[in-house]
């Protein structure tokens, strides 16, 4: 195993830092923009990215870059929203989303408000719709920013410095210690679980009120 995570890890990080970076915020953008978010993996592609990262300076511009695709993403589901909410509904890919899905996420931002914007980059399906959910209404576009915001920074941050920190800890640990890789992979697990237990357990506490 040592070899072979050895070979990746080498592999991303010889892909040009601008290029990986870049790759990683479009793949931001495309996920919380529109309906590409239920088909493109970008919390892997961060994921991968991070692991590539072999200074401070680098996670962080990483991290910002993501932060800044999330939040380009999202402005462009709600300016789509707020134009052309009713066509993307009953379009062929809304009608695959299931009209059921639409209602939940309408009931769910008039009734938990900025909450809802928060919460739902963190819920399966929700963090798709919600931007062009509150596009269609009312809601003010700066208002629908200041929450998505912390949102956006709290994904990115905890995505960038676990995956950075564990291949970097991988590469320091690696030369002496033949369970180097134990720790990377069992650090990379412990992301992607403790990020899906979450994710259900902020599902469950919100379901009343996507349902109600």
């Not at 195993?1 to 990986?20: F, I, K, N, Q, T």
């Not at 962080?60 to 052309?84: Q, T």
Request: proline share 3%; aromatic share 8%.
């Amino acid at each position: 195993m040592d070899d072979a995570l050895r070979w990746l890890l080498d592999l991303v990080e010889s892909v040009d830092p601008v290029l990986r970076t870049t790759l990683a915020g479009i793949a931001m953008l495309l996920e919380t923009s529109v309906l590409v978010g239920l088909i493109v993996p970008g919390d892997t592609v961060v994921i991968v990215a991070a692991t590539g990262v072999t200074s401070l300076l680098d996670g962080v511009i990483l991290a910002l870059v993501v932060i800044s695709g999330s939040l380009a993403g999202e402005s462009i589901g709600f300016a789509l929203g707020r134009w052309l909410g009713p066509h993307i509904r009953t379009s062929w890919v809304g009608r695959r989303i299931g009209e059921r899905n639409w209602v939940r996420a309408e009931r769910y931002v008039q009734r938990r408000g900025g909450i809802a914007i928060f919460l739902s980059r963190f819920l399966p399906v929700m963090h798709s719709l919600v931007p062009l959910t509150v596009g269609m209404s009312t809601y003010p576009f700066r208002r629908f920013i200041l929450w998505t915001l912390p949102a956006c920074v709290i994904w990115a941050t905890l995505y960038v410095s676990i995956s950075a920190g564990a291949a970097q800890s991988y590469r320091t640990l690696s030369e002496t210690a033949h369970w180097a890789a134990y720790i990377f992979v069992g650090a990379i697990l412990l992301l992607v679980v403790g990020v899906f237990v979450a994710k259900k357990v902020i599902a469950r506490v919100e379901r009343r009120h996507l349902d109600d």
